[in-house]
Protein backbone atom coordinates (compact mmCIF):
# COMPACT_ATOMS: atom_id res chain seq x y z
CA UNK A 1 0.00 0.00 0.00
CA UNK A 2 1.58 3.25 -1.07
CA UNK A 3 -0.19 5.78 1.35
CA UNK A 4 0.13 9.68 0.99
CA UNK A 5 2.25 11.36 3.62
CA UNK A 6 -0.92 12.81 5.45
CA UNK A 7 -2.93 9.59 5.16
CA UNK A 8 -4.75 8.69 8.73
CA UNK A 9 -4.56 5.17 9.41
CA UNK A 10 -6.95 3.71 12.20
CA UNK A 11 -5.12 1.82 14.62
CA UNK A 12 -4.98 -1.67 14.98
CA UNK A 13 -7.19 -2.04 17.98
CA UNK A 14 -10.30 -0.21 16.11
CA UNK A 15 -10.01 -1.77 12.81
CA UNK A 16 -12.29 -4.75 12.15
CA UNK A 17 -10.10 -7.89 12.01
CA UNK A 18 -11.09 -11.04 10.06
CA UNK A 19 -11.06 -14.30 12.11
CA UNK A 20 -9.10 -16.84 9.84
CA UNK A 21 -10.53 -20.12 8.72
CA UNK A 22 -8.29 -21.90 11.14
CA UNK A 23 -10.37 -20.51 13.84
CA UNK A 24 -7.50 -18.80 15.84
CA UNK A 25 -7.87 -15.41 17.22
CA UNK A 26 -6.43 -12.15 15.45
CA UNK A 27 -3.25 -11.39 17.09
CA UNK A 28 -3.48 -8.63 20.45
CA UNK A 29 -3.33 -5.20 19.47
CA UNK A 30 -0.53 -3.21 21.26
CA UNK A 31 -1.50 -0.84 24.03
CA UNK A 32 1.88 1.05 24.19
CA UNK A 33 1.22 2.57 20.88
CA UNK A 34 -1.85 4.97 21.64
CA UNK A 35 0.38 8.19 22.81
CA UNK A 36 2.51 7.74 19.33
CA UNK A 37 -0.75 7.54 17.54
CA UNK A 38 -2.33 10.27 19.43
CA UNK A 39 0.45 12.46 18.61
CA UNK A 40 0.73 11.75 15.00
CA UNK A 41 -2.21 12.58 14.39
CA UNK A 42 -2.07 15.65 16.11
CA UNK A 43 0.45 16.63 14.03
CA UNK A 44 -0.70 15.10 10.55
CA UNK A 45 -3.87 17.61 11.31
CA UNK A 46 -1.96 20.60 11.86
CA UNK A 47 -1.72 22.42 7.86
CA UNK A 48 2.15 23.62 8.84
CA UNK A 49 2.96 23.74 5.45
CA UNK A 50 0.33 26.00 4.15
CA UNK A 51 0.63 28.49 7.44
CA UNK A 52 4.07 28.43 6.17
CA UNK A 53 4.03 29.60 2.75
CA UNK A 54 0.99 31.93 3.95
CA UNK A 55 2.98 33.85 6.44
CA UNK A 56 5.85 33.72 3.69
CA UNK A 57 3.82 35.06 1.08
CA UNK A 58 2.33 37.84 3.44
CA UNK A 59 5.53 39.09 4.32
CA UNK A 60 6.25 39.83 1.00
CA UNK A 61 3.12 42.25 0.38
CA UNK A 62 2.53 43.54 3.57
CA UNK A 63 4.86 47.09 3.49
CA UNK A 64 7.03 48.42 6.30
CA UNK A 65 5.28 51.63 6.42
CA UNK A 66 1.20 51.70 7.78
CA UNK A 67 -0.69 51.54 5.20
CA UNK A 68 1.46 50.23 2.50
CA UNK A 69 0.10 46.55 1.62
CA UNK A 70 -1.20 45.47 -1.54
CA UNK A 71 -4.49 44.93 -1.57
CA UNK A 72 -3.90 40.90 -2.64
CA UNK A 73 -3.15 40.41 1.22
CA UNK A 74 -7.26 39.84 2.20
CA UNK A 75 -6.57 36.97 -0.71
CA UNK A 76 -3.92 35.04 0.70
CA UNK A 77 -5.90 33.46 3.33
CA UNK A 78 -8.01 31.70 -0.08
CA UNK A 79 -4.62 30.78 -1.30
CA UNK A 80 -3.73 29.06 1.72
CA UNK A 81 -7.04 27.58 2.41
CA UNK A 82 -6.98 26.27 -1.46
CA UNK A 83 -3.15 25.11 -0.92
CA UNK A 84 -4.47 22.89 2.43
CA UNK A 85 -7.42 21.69 -0.12
CA UNK A 86 -4.90 20.57 -2.93
CA UNK A 87 -1.92 19.13 -0.31
CA UNK A 88 -4.39 16.89 1.60
CA UNK A 89 -6.18 15.51 -1.30
CA UNK A 90 -3.24 14.65 -2.74
CA UNK A 91 -1.14 13.47 0.28
CA UNK A 92 -4.36 11.29 2.30
CA UNK A 93 -5.43 9.40 -0.56
CA UNK A 94 -3.78 5.86 -1.18
CA UNK A 95 -2.10 5.76 -4.86
CA UNK A 96 -2.52 2.36 -5.06
CA UNK A 97 -6.65 2.71 -4.89
CA UNK A 98 -6.87 5.72 -6.20
CA UNK A 99 -8.74 9.12 -6.01
CA UNK A 100 -11.58 7.38 -4.24
CA UNK A 101 -9.31 6.80 -1.09
CA UNK A 102 -8.78 10.50 -0.52
CA UNK A 103 -9.34 11.49 3.36
CA UNK A 104 -12.28 14.01 2.97
CA UNK A 105 -12.71 14.22 6.35
CA UNK A 106 -8.91 14.96 7.29
CA UNK A 107 -8.96 17.02 5.01
CA UNK A 108 -11.97 19.11 5.88
CA UNK A 109 -10.29 19.03 9.32
CA UNK A 110 -6.88 20.72 8.03
CA UNK A 111 -8.72 23.18 6.24
CA UNK A 112 -10.74 24.12 9.78
CA UNK A 113 -7.72 24.09 11.50
CA UNK A 114 -5.95 26.62 8.53
CA UNK A 115 -8.82 28.63 8.94
CA UNK A 116 -8.53 28.74 13.24
CA UNK A 117 -4.49 29.70 12.66
CA UNK A 118 -5.08 32.51 10.86
CA UNK A 119 -7.82 34.17 12.74
CA UNK A 120 -6.02 33.50 15.78
CA UNK A 121 -2.66 35.44 14.14
CA UNK A 122 -5.36 38.01 13.54
CA UNK A 123 -5.88 38.05 10.34
CA UNK A 124 -8.65 38.22 8.42
CA UNK A 125 -10.65 35.30 6.49
CA UNK A 126 -13.31 36.81 3.66
CA UNK A 127 -15.82 37.87 5.67
CA UNK A 128 -14.84 36.90 9.23
CA UNK A 129 -12.93 40.37 10.79
CA UNK A 130 -10.34 39.27 12.88
CA UNK A 131 -11.43 37.41 16.41
CA UNK A 132 -10.44 38.62 19.84
CA UNK A 133 -7.06 36.73 20.27
CA UNK A 134 -8.06 34.51 23.55
CA UNK A 135 -11.11 33.51 21.79
CA UNK A 136 -9.41 31.83 18.72
CA UNK A 137 -5.96 31.05 20.81
CA UNK A 138 -8.48 28.89 23.01
CA UNK A 139 -10.18 27.48 19.81
CA UNK A 140 -6.97 26.30 18.39
CA UNK A 141 -5.35 24.63 21.62
CA UNK A 142 -8.80 22.50 21.80
CA UNK A 143 -9.43 22.00 18.20
CA UNK A 144 -5.91 20.84 18.09
CA UNK A 145 -5.92 18.59 20.61
CA UNK A 146 -9.73 17.18 21.18
CA UNK A 147 -9.91 16.47 17.17
CA UNK A 148 -6.72 14.11 16.86
CA UNK A 149 -8.70 11.98 20.02
CA UNK A 150 -11.73 11.36 18.15
CA UNK A 151 -10.25 11.16 14.44
CA UNK A 152 -8.71 8.00 14.06
CA UNK A 153 -8.91 8.02 10.38
CA UNK A 154 -11.05 6.43 7.27
Not at 102 to 110: D, K, N, P, S
Not at 125 to 150: C, E, H, R
Amino acid sequence: MAAGPFRIEKPADIQQWNVPADGEPPPAPQQGNQLKDYMSRLITLIPGEAIGVYLTLRGFWVGGEPGAQSPLVGYLPLLGLALVVFVRIWGTRDSAIGASSTQWLGTGIAAVAFVLWVLGMGHSVLWFAPVDGKITSTLIVLFSFVVPYFYKGE
